[in-house]
């Protein structure tokens, strides 16, 4: 049985079309450790009657109401006006707060402006939450066994306080099991052909939820367990064993994990090298193999061969090829794999030559057709053709997603999905 | 005198700690193009209670409701229901829609699933709106003056929806004085730098207010103005030519514009070409600069040279300078621009090499040590050493923008920042 929590973010900034509170994702998982789940979130602005309305509203769907933001010293922050009207309360200035705030500036060598005395008004019956970060005190207020508390909106402020000021006292009232996450990541894989393989876990864990997240090039799914940590690592490893059947030597890694970090794992691992060679993507495929820390131990290089010569120049590509097939070819895509290995050297060259669009595409070869191929120093060069929706982004990144997977299973050794 | 909206975003996975509605930024984005201003948001599960007491509370704050998602056709779609309990209205199935429903199935020769019918249940005294998109209808429902519209949460078939079926006669309803928006666009500057520079801009329009967004290696100055079309065009032009006054040359773009747009651009209007030599960025800069359809027509391509004999046997480095200045040196970029040129017999070779950290720096050469250079045929190169700040990712992008920022000037004939 999990305890309910209503989160509050204050402030008129918040509303705009530009700008989205992220304290709410921030608490959320904090809460969710504790077995306390967020039944609903809202956004007011800086208007003390809206706040108050909320405020109430909040109390009345959940025990524990975690509010962010206008507890500074400006006209514009309401939050301690608006939680007195809400709940009939009086606001009274404590010399104490007042005194600590005046030291908190003086030890920076500045006298307190006058607007800041706001920030020592007390709710009555309220307690006071120290600020560590900042000089807006916190609030703890209790009202029939419910809890609602006041944080500055300013995130490592707010987060400071929480951490050590709310959540062991929040756990102990309100909190339940404990939840354990753990993410399980796909690469150049369709979120519908996951979901088709993996229903039968599905189907096998009737009591679990599990969640199943895709971005382009990407599928995540999301576990969860409760119970003492023992138990829930125990039903996620069983989770991910399954899940690990369903999808033989497909899920590359989990949690932070990048397609890259593993591709780059697996070469060290093997004291291979990579040089790629790269047309449609640009230098999209480097540009990833990169991003890992200490890639130079594996990574040698790559051609961007945009314009036909350059894949003759540097590559090696024949002029015959290139006329008779054309640049997005099966022959051009293994030509230049080759020509990548053999130039720097490298045990492995991936290439990337397709049309990425919205132009250059025709009825043979329409947009999103796509040619990779994988050449290994004593084996025979691997080729794949792909015909890609979506836009010139959305084309390019899958591109670059299925040449390094391509690259991950063979490097794993894995079977082909 | 605006009018006030109020949004509710449903679904339970938008209450978890990694996902967040986004279809109330761009319903935002829309409602403040026809004057009317958003008071609150907020999100709740798919549980028909919480979801029929937000209806009523937010219906009790603002005139204008809309909500996202819950009518899809499964089990956990409750926002008919939630609406019908609401408000106190009877659902009833509307024949002409299951009909059109069927049809929808059929003409993708498929069969529709007996769970679909309950996207064909009507709320009594409400309209239908079509979705083209997709199956879930919406619904639009009046009461007292008030407007409450209910919308699929799936973005593509949300955006259609409002557009065309819900936008024009609510602005018309409930509009005011629409505002104009223009966003201007700096790059490779820091966010304070803008700053101090276009204070006094900001005190000639005191009654105006500016927002300042930074992103890695990109500030971008948000300008809105209101009034008839003509009067804000007016004002935002008069503003943005103060803009540039105190930014002169530095202003690459606006709106929708991106870096390697204003590039591509410029290459193309004085014909001419680039090659690039890329080592700590691994094919980003080349990545960037093939993001804009078409730019087969002005880049030829780039060397991703990783390894150190890549920079001498591609781009034709001397061992002497890369033994005696080391790879991350002034006399290295300068000779990789040059050599990225001459081998793609570009115009214009731009190289970037530097320490992208965490590991590799010195006390003489620390991480975030980056030489950019620019050869261009018949000038001198130029060259510039950057000290940047942050993680690998922020240095290797901060790096990517300013080389192609180091371009967009001397193709502008901009003065130097």
Known sequence: MTSRAALIAIGSELLGPRRQDTNALWLTEQLESVGIEVVRKACVGDD?????????????????VLATGGLGPTGDDRTREAAARAFGLRLTRDELILQALRQRFARRGLEMPSVNEKQALVLEGSRVIENRRGSAPGVWLERDGALIVLLPGVPVEMREMFEHRVLPEAAQRFGAARRYRRILKIAAMGESAVEERVAPVYARWPEHSFTILSSVGEVQLHLSASGTEEEAHR??????????EALPGLIFGRDEDTLEKAVGGLLRAGGKTLAVAESCTGGLVGGRVTEVPGSSDYFLGG????????????????????ILHGAVSEEVSRAMAEGAARGFGADFGLAVTGIAG????????????????????????????????????????WAGATALEMLRRRLAGAAHA
């Open 48 to 64: 003390e009657q809206e706040i108050a309305l909320e405020l109430s509203f909040a109390l009345a769907r959940a025990p524990l």
């Open 235 to 244: 039903t996620l490893d069983a989770q991910s064993r399954d899940f690990e």
């Open 303 to 322: 051609l961007i061969s945009y314009a036909d010569f350059a894949k003759e120049k540097f590559l090696g590509v024949s002029r015959e090829l290139l």
């Open 358 to 397: 919205p132009g250059g595409g025709s009825a043979e070869k329409p947009v999103g057709t796509v040619w990779i191929a994988l050449s290994q120093k004593g084996k025979e060069t691997e080729s794949r053709r792909l015909r890609l929706p979506g836009d010139r982004r959305s084309v390019r990144t």
